[in-house]
């Protein structure tokens, strides 16, 4: 082995795909010194992963890389809604998801809406954002080996191109790298949940006439349900790229040997309804629906991020998102015990915060891909979960040690969207004057604690006890008028929007979780801040 020493950095992502490049530009956000391996010599080429729901949005325009994101998107900025088609040229056809014209319906709750973005326009942003932040990002690495011990991790790594091996120290290990997460298997840690759900191969191919066969409703997806034609299409371009998902059934005796050039042209043709359709296949690559989640997130120094904690079905386009809001949950937590103002005891909160959310919103999905009779999925009965996706993406709640006063036994995503500032969920979005400039309470959220306030003596006493326990947090006089810190001119109340009281105050966690709340001024403020702070921080 040509060995050329020992390397250190703090964190080792392993994975460098959507999830691992956002676990790169958080880390990096916070000024915490990291390195991503990528066995591929490159971001990927392959469109799909296109869903950037509102709350991944929100996190990407904290990070300052949403208008980069929305011009990589601006092709498909039109596109909206889910299309069920009998063939493309036929007259049967209708929404499956609404076409969202005018106000989008996360307005009034987001500081930002949703985006479609495929992965291989949003992943170069990714990249260059990480390594704007300082992130040493190496492609064509791999992960060879690793050991652990109480003091770190040892990684053995291999540049594909030289083959030259070396060794990397790490505090910590994130695998961000995918579905069957060689980590993960090293580990041995298995899997909970349904299990493999459909197959699929996704063809890109080229068609200039396909646009005047589509129409000029432009969809995000459309669903083909004539059986010869049977599949998933996505434009690319809008104008002659396309993306079809063909139906792969290795039960019966389906290899991928089976989709050929000449069987992809004729399938596509047949969904179309379009004989002599002019198709030019430019590749394919499988891709599987599972209901799967890892059964720990967590073993010593190592974390499991992204689809190698958790699989879910296509439909509501939760994988890569609920990925990379795990990247994001961790990535404060980690920096908090490397910079010393959190014990280690905190990590423990992730695994107790991100596992129950990726199992219900898995179901969720799974439940979506039988309602929309997903191509591929023979499961044609769906439960009556009320539900809705929105609610899914945004309103799902933590119950950890890292939350004071979430209620123990309340569903993980409850029944209707009701963000009020209940400790465990995302804090409340409104539009506040800061400096003169108008931002989103949201927009405050990323490097520090935030106490929001109605007064000056809570301020004074967060000041005493950030200095006192030698860690960020900003507080905030929050109220309509030029007397506070956070103007809410004529937007509602910040108290009522916050379900406290015009005395009490709101603690936000630096991923934008509400971590406590109090309804009025206790009697020692400094007091009782620094207990809460002290038990949240697991100091």
Same mark, same amino acid.
């Given at each position: ?212 066969? @589509?129409?000029?409703? +432009? ?8 059986? $010869?034609? &049977?599949?998933?299409?996505? !434009? #690319? ?97 980690? @920096?908090?015990?490397? +910079? ?8 423990? $909160?992730? &695994?107790?915060?991100?596992? !129950? #959310? ?43 040690g890292a939350v004071i006063g979430a209620p123990p036994d309340a569903p993980i995503i409850p029944d209707q969207l009701r963000l009020r500032g209940e400790p465990g969920t995302r804090a409340p979005h409104m539009w506040v004057t800061r400096y003169g400039a108008t931002v989103s309470t949201v927009d405050l959220y990323e490097r520090s604690f935030v106490l929001l306030c109605g007064g000056q003596r809570w301020r004074s006493a967060a000041d005493t006890v950030a200095q006192k326990l030698n860690m960020p947090l900003d507080s905030y006089a929050i109220g309509s008028g030029a007397g506070y810190d956070l103007d809410t001119g004529d937007g509602p109340d910040w108290s009522s929007v916050h379900g406290t009281t015009p005395e009490g105050a709101v603690l936000v966690r630096p991923d934008g979780f509400v971590a406590w709340r109090a309804d009025g001024e206790p009697e020692d403020m400094e007091r009782a801040l620094t207990d809460v702070l002290r038990t949240v921080l697991g100091r």
């Open positions: 082995m040509n060995d050329r020493g020992d390397d250190y950095v703090p964190v080792l992502i392993v994975g460098g795909s959507l999830v691992g490049l956002s676990a790169s530009v958080f880390l990096g956000r916070l000024g915490i010194q990291h390195c991503v391996v990528e066995r591929h010599a490159a971001t990927s080429a392959h469109p799909r992963g296109r869903g950037n729901n509102m709350r991944t949005m929100e996190l990407f325009r904290t990070a300052r890389l949403e208008p980069e994101i929305r011009k990589a998107a601006a092709t498909l900025s039109r596109n909206h809604g889910i299309l069920q088609v009998g063939t493309l040229r036929g007259e049967n056809r209708r929404w499956l998801s609404p076409r969202i014209t005018g106000r989008p319906p996360e307005a009034d709750l987001c500081s930002t809406v949703r985006c479609a973005c495929s992965q291989n326009d949003l992943e170069p942003v990714l990249l260059q954002g990480a390594r704007d932040l300082g992130g040493d990002v190496r492609f064509s690495t791999e992960l060879l080996s690793f050991t652990q011990d109480g003091n770190g991790v040892r990684a053995v790594l291999r540049a594909r191109g030289s083959g030259e091996t070396y060794t990397m120290h790490a505090n910590y290990l994130l695998a961000a790298d995918g579905p069957r997460s060689p980590v993960r298997e090293r580990l041995g840690i298995k899997h909970s949940g349904t299990g493999d759900l459909f197959h699929n191969v996704s063809v890109t191919f080229r068609s200039k006439r396909l646009r005047e066969v @589509a129409g000029e409703q +432009r969809f995000v997806v459309c669903y083909v349900t004539d059986p $010869s034609g &049977e599949g998933v299409l996505l !434009p #690319v371009d809008n104008e002659e790229q396309w993306v079809f998902h063909v139906p792969w059934f290795p039960e019966r005796g389906q290899t991928l040997e089976h989709f050929t050039d000449d069987r992809c042209i004729e399938h596509i043709r047949a969904a179309a309804g379009v004989r002599d359709l002019d198709v030019e296949i430019t590749g394919r690559a499988p891709w599987h629906a599972a209901d799967r989640v890892a059964n720990k997130y967590r073993d010593g120094r190592v974390f499991l991020i992204g689809d190698s904690a958790h699989e879910m079905p296509p439909t509501g386009a939760f994988g890569s998102n609920t990925g990379i809001q795990d990247a994001h949950n961790l990535a404060w937590k980690i @920096a908090a015990v490397l +910079r010393g103002w959190a014990g280690s005891g905190l990590l423990e $909160s992730y &695994e107790a915060e991100r596992r !129950p #959310v990726a199992q219900a919103t898995s179901a969720r999905a799974t439940l979506q891909a039988a309602r929309e009779q997903h191509p591929g999925y023979t499961v044609r009965s769906a439960s009556n979960d009320p539900t809705d996706l929105m609610t899914t993406a945004l309103g799902y709640r933590y119950v950890s």
